[in-house]
T-cell receptor
Framework: SAVISQKPSRDICQRGTSLTIQCQVDSQVTMMFWYRQQPGQSLTLIATANQGSEATYESGFVIDKFPISRPNLTFSTLTVSNMSPEDSSIYLC??????????FGPGTRLTVL | SQQGEEDPQALSIQEGENATMNCSYKTSINNLQWYRQNSGRGLVHLILIRSNEREKHSGRLRVTLDTSKKSSSLLITASRAADTASYFCATVQNTGGFKTIFGAGTRLFVKA
C-alpha cells in the first residue's frame, strides 16, 4: 500500500487567484493521478503525471488551467489557475499500487468565493 | 463522459438489511474496483474483480461482474450504520494508457 498526503487539506480562495496543491507519496511511483470531485459528484480524472515528462490531460482539462509538476518519483503538484466559483471541488491525487489498486490522498477541499 | 452509470443514485435502508448497488461501464476493461468514500474524504479501496472473474467475496461484500452486459453489482450484507457512505465503481481502461475511470456513485444511508 501507499501512504499519500496532500497540502493544503482545505482552502478558501478569491476568484482570479491560483492555488497549488501538493501531493506526497511515501514510496516511489511512476504515475500519479489528479482527480476533481465537484460537490455531490463522482471523481473525474484531470490528468496523469509521469515523472520526467509532460502530464497527459483528459478531455475538458488543459495545462494552462491546471498546470502539473512532477519533479521526482514521490511528489507532484497541481495548480488551479485563475480560479472561479466553478472550481470549488475536492481535488484528490492518487497512485496505482499492485494489481491496479488506486490509493488516494485525503483530498484538498477548495472553495472559491 | 468519463463516467459509467451507477444505480441507485441514493439508497436508504435499515440496519441489518442488505444493500445492492449496480454499476455499468462503457468500454472493455482489465478489472473493476469498488471504493467507499465517507463524507467527502479520500477514497478507500474495497474490492477488485478481474475481467475473467464472475464473482468475488470479501467479508460482508459480494461483487459480481458480467462483462457481456458491461455491468457489476456490489452487495453489502447485514448492513450497519457505519456502512453509511458513498460507493463508487471504477474501471481500469486501456485507452492509450491505463487509467481508472469512476462511476457516478451510490449514496448509501443505513438507519440504526
Amino acid at each position: 500500500s501507499a501512504v499519500i498526503s496532500q497540502k493544503p487539506s482545505r482552502d478558501i480562495c478569491q476568484r482570479g487567484t491560483s492555488l497549488t496543491i501538493q501531493c506526497q507519496v511515501d514510496s516511489q511511483v511512476t504515475m500519479m493521478f489528479w482527480y476533481r470531485q465537484q460537490p455531490g459528484q463522482s471523481l473525474t480524472l484531470i490528468a496523469t503525471a509521469n515523472q520526467g515528462s509532460e502530464a497527459t490531460y483528459e478531455s475538458g482539462f488543459v495545462i494552462d488551467k491546471f498546470p502539473i509538476s512532477r519533479p521526482n518519483l514521490t511528489f507532484s503538484t497541481l495548480t488551479v489557475s485563475n480560479m472561479s466559483p466553478e472550481d470549488s471541488s475536492i481535488y484528490l491525487c492518487s497512485v496505482e499500487g499492485t494489481g491496479g489498486l488506486q490509493f488516494f490522498g485525503p483530498g484538498t477541499r477548495l472553495t472559491v468565493l | 463522459s468519463q463516467q459509467g452509470e451507477e444505480d441507485p443514485q441514493a439508497l436508504s435502508i435499515q440496519e441489518g438489511e442488505n444493500a445492492t448497488m449496480n454499476c455499468s461501464y462503457k468500454t472493455s476493461i482489465n478489472n473493476l474496483q469498488w471504493y467507499r468514500q465517507n463524507s467527502g474524504r479520500g477514497l478507500v479501496h474495497l474490492i477488485l474483480i478481474r475481467s475473467n472473474e464472475r464473482e468475488k467475496h470479501s467479508g460482508r461484500l459480494r461483487v459480481t461482474l458480467d462483462t457481456s452486459k458491461k455491468s457489476s453489482s456490489l452487495l453489502i450484507t447485514a448492513s450497519r450504520a457505519a456502512d453509511t457512505a458513498s460507493y463508487f465503481c471504477a474501471t481500469v481502461q486501456n485507452t492509450g494508457g491505463f487509467k481508472t475511470i469512476f462511476g457516478a456513485g451510490t449514496r448509501l444511508f443505513v438507519k440504526a
